[in-house]
Nanobody, 124 residues
Framework: QVQLVESGGGLVQAGGSLRVSCAAS????????VGWFRQAPGKEREFVAAISWSGGSTYYSPSVKGRFTISKNTAKNTVYLQMNNLKPEDTAVYYC?????????????????WGQGTQVTVSS
């Protein structure tokens, strides 16, 4: 079992930056990929970015590519999502999730463990 806790969300103006974190605990020796997803009110949860266990492979949604960067600190069992040039449409609850198959995928169904989410609000 893996427990994931997101942090770092908040309120930021359009054009600003924010970094959210995902800290893992439990069976963290498992080789899993981590993905970030987001869900805005009234919308489905959507893929944002993912990173492999090694950190050598990353994958981004076209809507955030070039603005967001996913990274990890294996020693701290933490994955980060650096968000730059934020837009009001980036407003959502951001969730991290872990995938035991380490497949770095956009598919929600692949992910086995989920955090509780952190709110990111971008004002115009």
């Amino acid at each position: 079992q893996v427990q994931l806790v997101e942090s770092g969300g908040g309120l930021v103006q359009a054009g600003g930056s924010l970094r959210v974190s995902c800290a893992a605990s439990g069976r963290t020796f498992m080789r899993y990929a981590v993905g970030w997803f987001r869900q805005a009110p009234g919308k489905e949860r959507e893929f944002v970015a993912a990173i492999s266990w090694s950190g050598g492979s990353t994958y981004y949604s076209p809507s955030v590519k070039g603005r967001f960067t996913i990274s990890k600190n294996t020693a701290k069992n933490t994955v980060y999502l650096q968000m730059n040039n934020l837009k009001p449409e980036d407003t959502a609850v951001y969730y991290c999730a872990a995938d035991r198959t380490d497949s770095v995928t956009y598919s929600l169904l692949t992910y086995d463990y989920w955090g509780q989410g952190t709110q990111v609000t971008v004002s115009s």
